[in-house]
């Protein structure tokens, strides 16, 4: 199914020059079923805990925001409500995705919901709140195109994703996109979901995130490393 096609396309990636965009190709050559197949075996090897030590995962259930950035449009995104559910089963969860499609500001649109929503069910979560979660031909309106807003989006999409805490989870893009054709491979591209208020839609909408954002080392108090009168660091409470 994975092939390497050359961008001939103008109003796919119209930020993009042809030779720019031809380069890019070649550079994302992939095997997108491959990718998909490495990622899930190293989360079904992982042994990994969470980052605050305690083993356990964030309860994601809810609604969020949710941003892909393609890798060849990095000023664009395509957006979704995201309504999730997560059942923990002992040190590892499953996870069921909604992902509602948000008409496109870019296409004149005001980020209310257009076409049907893409499901996927049952999608394993392991020790260390990682998940691949893989939509095959999901489809995306017009509407929702805020690459290009000039076609419909039919793609392979994998999200290589963690969950951060119970109000963020991101990570990489991986896929192959067959409409509109001449598109490079998704790979190095980039999504991230914030939690937002049940029914939350159009302008009452935050600012969309698009990717992890780094990790903030542990805080050992807010006067670390300063001294004290008698001139020693004071390490905090």
């Known amino acids: 199914m994975s092939s390497c096609t050359s961008v001939d396309h103008p109003s796919a990636v119209a930020s993009l020059t042809a030779a720019a965009v031809a380069a890019l190709a070649l550079a994302a050559c992939v095997d997108p079923p491959k990718k998909f197949e490495e990622f899930e075996g190293r989360v079904i090897d992982a042994d990994t805990t969470r980052i605050d030590g305690s083993g356990a995962i964030f309860d994601i259930s809810g609604e969020f925001l949710l941003a892909i950035r393609p890798h060849f449009a990095p000023n664009d995104t395509l957006q979704f409500v995201a309504t999730v559910a997560l059942v923990e089963e002992g040190d590892a969860a499953t996870v069921d995705f909604s992902f509602q499609p948000l008409a496109a500001e870019k296409c ?14 049952d999608v394993p979560v392991n020790a260390a709140g990682e998940f691949q979660a893989t939509f095959e031909r999901a489809g995306v309106p017009r509407e929702a195109n805020g690459v290009s807003c000039s076609s419909d989006i039919e793609a392979d999409v994998g999200l290589q994703g963690q969950i951060k805490s119970a109000d963020l ?68 409470p």
């Open 169 to 236: 989870f991101c990570g990489d893009v991986v896929g192959e996109v067959f409409r509109p054709s001449g598109i490079p491979p998704l790979d190095g591209s980039t999504f991230a979901a914030v939690r937002i208020e049940p029914g939350t839609i159009g302008a009452a909408l935050p600012e969309p995130l698009v990717e992890c954002p780094p990790d903030s080392p542990a805080d050992a108090g807010p006067d670390a490393g300063e001294p004290d009168a008698g001139g020693e660091p004071d390490a905090g």
């Open 108 to 121: 004149g649109g005001d980020r209310t919901a257009v076409g049907d929503p893409l499901e996927l069910a």
